[in-house]
């Protein structure tokens, strides 16, 4: 059974900084897309970053390119997101998703976390 667990939101102030992390089992994933998603009240979820887990390579929303990085670590089956230079509208629940093909598109995702809470005070 395909588990992904997000860990690592959190209440910070504008400017700070956080860590999300997704482990990730159930399957291989050397394959697979590793996304990182968004979702504020009274919104849609919106994509925010992936990494193609064979070949690292990564792509972000432009409305957090240069602010997030994310990573992944092969022995430990986990993502990460490092968040810097928060803002008040980055907060929103953060999920983490799977899926085979390359997209931004979260309808493209076969599997999802449960979600972490971030909230960026003012």
């Known amino acids: 059974q395909v588990q992904l667990v997000e860990s690592g939101g959190g209440l910070v102030q504008a400017g700070g900084s956080l860590r999300l992390s997704c482990a990730a089992s159930?399957?291989?994933?050397?394959?697979?897309?590793m996304g990182w998603f968004r979702q504020a009240p009274g919104k849609e979820r919106e994509f925010v970053a992936a990494i193609r887990w064979s070949n690292g390579n990564t792509n972000y929303a432009d409305s957090v390119e240069g602010r997030f990085t994310i990573s992944r670590d092969n022995a430990k089956n986990t993502i990460y997101l490092q968040m810097n230079s928060l803002k008040p509208e980055d907060t929103a629940v953060y999920y983490c998703a799977a899926d085979p093909v390359y997209s931004r598109n979260t309808g493209s995702y076969e599997y999802w976390g449960q979600g972490t809470q971030v909230t960026v005070s003012s």
């Open positions: 159930g399957r291989t994933f050397s394959s697979y897309t």
